[in-house]
């Protein structure tokens, strides 16, 4: 566990061969911020302004809270060849948590409209799951998390928040809201903010099937004038 920005935690899990086998070349150098280590009873609070994580090292368990209100909990992290997993308990906060982002993941009845509560996602592209992935995504009860890895992986939104990768470091991205707009500020803080595009491309764009031909891509530009 370290503070990597402002209101942004890493976790890193690996096995010995694989310490620097991650994706730091796609990251924005990591920001300065106040630190301070706190010994607990249980084992230590990591504090920076209003945000920390309370680690219990004897139930490797963690709590992570904003202006002392718990937002999520870290309960145990398991690993065995080249696979890791780690859980966090689900509806943390007392009431019902709901999950959104992963990017264009599918579509189908094993996908969700929008909502991934209840559902696994896996973390691959296939003929199955063939869209753009984007590994993050937001919870309701005020956080996102981001997995900075390319590697075969899976994440359930069940009874359990448990993501699994099956080869290489688990680099997990912790980012407190509490509100989602704020965790994706703090995304695009580490990942990187596109400039802003020309004016031109800001109206309606039209995406014709592979299989259109001339006058179809013309008949549908000609209903939307219309």
Not at 172 to 193: K, Y
Request: contains cysteine; hydrophobic residues 40%; charged residues 20%.
């Amino acid at each position: 566990f370290s503070f990597y920005a402002p209101g942004t935690i890493r976790l890193r899990f690996a096995f010995a061969q694989d310490q620097t086998n991650h994706y730091d070349s796609v990251l924005l150098p990591r920001q300065a911020c106040q630190t301070e280590c706190v010994p607990t009873s249980e084992g230590m609070r990591l504090e920076s302004g209003d945000y920390a994580v309370q680690i219990d090292a004897e139930r490797d368990s963690a709590v992570f809270s904003l202006g002392g209100h718990a937002l999520a909990r870290f309960c145990g992290a398991s690993g065995s060849g080249e696979q890791k997993q780690i859980c966090f308990e689900r509806d943390f906060s007392g009431r019902p948590e709901h999950f959104y982002g992963l990017g264009s993941a599918g579509e189908g009845a094993d996908f969700p409209a929008i909502d991934w509560r209840d559902s696994v996602f896996r973390l691959w592209l296939s003929d199955h799951n063939k869209h753009a992935i984007t590994p993050l995504f937001l919870s309701t009860a005020g956080y996102g998390l981001f997995l900075n890895s390319a590697y075969d992986g899976s994440i359930a939104f069940e009874k359990a928040l448990t993501i699994t990768l099956r080869s290489g470091t688990l680099d997990l991205f912790f980012f407190f809201g509490p509100n989602l707009a704020q965790v994706l500020e703090r995304f695009t803080l580490l990942t990187g903010r596109m400039a802003l595009p020309p004016l031109s491309s800001l109206g309606i764009t039209l995406r014709g099937q592979y299989n259109w031909t001339a006058q179809q891509l013309l008949d549908a530009t000609d209903r939307f004038r219309k």
